[in-house]
């Protein structure tokens, strides 16, 4: 299918996306989507014949435990309401922990990388395929950007892609951002993975913005696209013609005429590209040959769970809840890695429950920061909102007794048994009005 040229959409910018010119499809986060209900722009761009698709954040297809089904019948049931043509989601795992290693389960809040074994590649085929049979509509994945690296990997990020596609048929969200960075933090070249992957997969493309700070990219998607990246999407050009483009943007986001902008560049560098010689990639030499598996969990696919199960709880857990460096990580790549998530968390929870950084003022990002230092996520932003609100007040905690008193309305509003009646909610805001608190 042919989509065109796109662009992300967030209610941030829902009104910028529908005036822009030349905007033949959007991709939506999948998970920001309420169940039964669109956003009204959604819909009149839907009425209009733009195409738009759910991208998934939270199944974890790279994670050795097997697809929740919940999680793919909400994916599913998103891809029917918006009558889309595919769905996407990521090579990666999101968490880890639980029954299989014996420890808590974790969140990480972010997309980690999956290692290129042989292990991670077995059981990455095996979640693709239950993700196959659950969804209505084909399945593309997309690789991701990285700060850390495994060791110990036996196969190339084109490889291990080659080998994914010729072993489930999946197809391929191609971020030439996240190859550009990859090449900044972890020395692999585009232009080798572009060689070794099989580029008639490929569904569609990513194309976003970032910054470099004291050697490291960072995929920030709230930076303009830069010439490096931009040179990617050309390398990948001229070996094929993608059916889609997309602009993505997450945050700090600019005027509209910026955003025309970007797009207009993407748009130059493609038409560029394909006036140079197309670059005939060398031959890929093929897949290891793999016997089918009766249904059912065998010894040695369960074996491989394992192996992953923990060495993602290894990694996830010097991440995120202070625990050693595993044999073989950087220890530097992995505390930048760390205080990246933490940032992000506290980010994400400001956006999830704005009145918290309301109530608190500048202390905010430090007084979250402490508690994430000490509480690992397990269920969820929202669920780590309420978490961080009620720490502090059994901490006797914001001082200033005003600032304490809005804070534990705000958690009683949320945490409570069931909501606020309407008449609380009014007495509330008058007693606040009379008191000025």
């Not at 072993?167 to 585009?190: F, Q």
């Not at 760390?338 to 929870?349: D, E, F, Q, W, Y």
């Not at 402490?370 to 914001?398: K, Q, T």
Request: net charge negative; with cysteine; hydrophobic share 45%.
């Amino acid at each position: 299918m042919k989509l065109g040229i796109g662009i992300g959409w967030r209610p941030e910018i829902a009104d910028a996306v529908e005036a822009l010119p030349g905007i033949d499809w959007v991709e939506v986060v999948a998970e920001n989507l309420c169940p039964g209900h669109l956003p009204d722009s959604l819909v009149r761009l839907g009425e209009r014949g733009v195409t738009v698709v759910p991208h998934g954040v939270s199944l974890g297809l790279g994670g050795a435990e097997r697809p929740d089904p919940g999680r793919l019948a909400d994916l599913a049931a998103r891809a029917e309401l918006l009558g889309a043509p595919l769905v996407t989601e990521h090579i990666a795992f999101v968490r880890a922990g639980g029954p299989r290693v014996g420890a808590p389960g974790l969140e990480a809040g972010h997309l980690l990388p999956v290692p290129r074994t042989r292990d991670a590649l077995d059981v990455l085929c095996e979640n693709v395929r239950i993700a196959q049979d659950a969804l209505p509509v084909p399945l593309a994945l997309e690789n991701i950007a990285a700060l850390v690296s495994w060791p110990g990997e036996e196969l190339t990020e084109g490889r291990f892609l080659a080998e994914l596609v010729e072993r489930t048929g999946v197809r391929l969200l191609i971020d030439v951002a996240n190859l550009h960075t990859n090449r900044v933090n972890r020395g692999e070249d585009p232009a080798t993975a572009l060689d070794e992957l099989p580029v008639e997969a490929i569904a569609y493309v990513h194309v976003a913005g970032g910054v470099e700070k004291d050697g490291v990219w960072h995929d920030t998607h709230a930076h303009p696209v830069t010439a490096p990246v931009l040179d990617v999407l050309a390398e990948l050009r001229s070996r094929v013609d993608p059916p889609g483009v997309l602009l993505e943007r997450d945050d700090d986001f600019p005027p509209a005429g910026e955003l025309a902008g970007e797009l207009d560049l993407i748009r130059a560098t493609l038409d560029r590209a394909a006036g140079t010689p197309r670059r005939v990639p060398a031959a890929r030499t093929p897949a290891r040959a793999v016997p089918d598996e009766p249904a059912g969990r065998t010894a040695g696919e369960n074996a491989a769970r394992d192996r992953l199960a923990a060495g993602q709880h290894g990694l996830l857990s010097a991440l995120v809840a202070g625990g050693p460096v595993p044999a073989g990580f950087d220890r530097e790549r992995l505390e930048v890695q760390g205080r990246a998530l933490a940032a992000k968390r506290a980010g994400v929870v400001a956006k999830v429950a704005p009145e918290l950084p309301e109530i608190l003022g500048t202390g905010y990002r430090s007084a979250f920061l402490a508690y994430a230092a000490a509480r690992p996520m397990s269920a969820g932003y929202r669920r780590d909102a309420l978490d961080f609100a009620e720490s502090l007040l059994l901490a006797d905690l914001p001082a200033d007794a005003a600032a304490r008193r809005r804070l534990t309305h705000w958690w009683q509003d949320r945490a409570g048994a069931r909501p606020p009646r309407r008449t609380t909610l009014l007495l509330r805001a008058a007693r606040a009005a009379l008191t000025g608190r």
